[in-house]
């Protein structure tokens, strides 16, 4: 499409709820393993932690929701991380605890990407059959991070902050598109996840793409009479764009002519991996939110949220407080 990714730098996403974390059980009796790519499919071992955050949530929304704090120790957002994996296997997705875990799981993934240093420690506390999981997370946030965005934004986009498509419907369309353009929609999710969270950013972004799909409109008239705006028309459109581009032969070819950096192919390449690989990778995904990256820090703008023009982030802030990523305390 030929432009520099404007979002990718910006989403990472999912919902949040008043009340404590839940923690897992801890079990009879704990062993520890060191990360290394599993040579089998495995059952899951039993948890064995139970974590205390040592960083408090952020204020709550007028939903309730509030924005998830992060541990101030790089062994204990390791851990927590190994923690929330294993509880969003075993959450029910109707559970409001579901969304909250998939939001902090976005945020501490988001955290890592801000603060490589922090990896290191991660490998250590990673059990065998989560590896895959998060070493596909790490090499997605690592590589959105590097994507060029110069000095962060000082104010807050002119955008309003919607409801996505329900998963499944979304899902439904992917693997259509897939079916008639032999596009894998693990590809095209993983695009709509990037450039818009998954059609929550309703707004133009700064190089004037328009839609779930982030197209601009002289492309989008290449491959669609539709409108641009609507996933049943975009979604589909972006599979036949890729194929124009190479796909499905060559997916690198194909991503690098949808977003043209190197960055980019690799984050969505990753984030396609991570939900072919097991589709409750997509579902805990979907739950994500909208957060900003600003001077202001990484702001995070929940449904609801809108603004006709950019406002200075601090006026946002003194409106919103939510917005602002939680102060940490010491561990």
């Known amino acids: 499409m030929k432009r520099i990714a404007v ?7 999912a919902a949040g709820c008043t009340g404590e974390r839940p923690t897992l059980e801890a079990a009879p009796s704990a062993t520890t393993t060191t990360a290394a790519p599993p040579t089998s499919t495995t059952t899951p071992p039993p948890p064995t932690t139970t974590l205390t955050p040592d960083s408090t949530d952020g204020v709550p929304a007028p939903s309730g929701r509030r924005y998830p704090g ?4 790089p062994a204990k957002v390791a851990d927590r991380i190994v923690e ?23 945020v501490l993934y988001r955290h890592l990407g801000r603060n490589p240093g922090w990896i290191l420690p991660l490998w250590d506390a990673v059990p065998d059959d989560l590896f895959p999981t998060v070493e596909r997370h790490v090499t997605a946030r690592q590589a959105i991070a590097g994507i060029p965005s110069g000095e962060p934004p000082v104010n807050v986009p002119a955008w309003e902050i919607i409801e996505p498509l329900p998963a499944d419907e979304l899902l439904g369309l992917y693997q259509q598109a897939s079916t008639d353009t ?7 999710a993983a695009i709509n996840l990037i450039e818009t969270g998954f059609g929550r950013i309703d ?17 989008w008239e290449e491959v669609s009479d539709g409108n641009i705006r609507d996933p049943y028309d975009a979604i589909p459109a972006a599979a036949r764009y890729l194929v124009r581009r190479g796909g499905p032969d060559n997916m690198e070819r194909a991503l690098w002519g949808y977003n043209n950096s190197d960055y980019y192919v690799t984050s969505v390449s990753a984030y396609a991996d991570l939900f072919r690989a097991d589709l409750s990778n997509f579902y805990a995904a979907h739950q994500w939110e909208i957060h900003y990256s600003a001077a202001a820090g990484d702001l ?8 006709e023009s950019p406002v200075p982030a601090l006026d946002h802030l003194n409106q919103a407080p939510w917005s602002a990523p939680p102060t940490p305390t010491t561990p």
Do not use: K
């Open 7 to 13: 979002l990718c730098s910006i989403i990472w996403l």
């Open 70 to 73: 992060v541990p101030t120790d």
């Open 84 to 106: 929330v994996e294993r509880l969003l296997v075993t959450t029910d997705r109707t559970d409001p605890a579901y969304g909250d875990l998939a939001h902090e799981q976005q």
């Open 182 to 188: 032999g596009i894998d929609w693990a590809y095209l």
């Open 203 to 219: 707004g133009i972004s700064t190089a004037g793409a328009q839609g779930p799909m982030q197209f601009l409109p002289t492309t």
């Open 300 to 307: 995070w703008l929940p449904v609801g949220y809108r603004n």
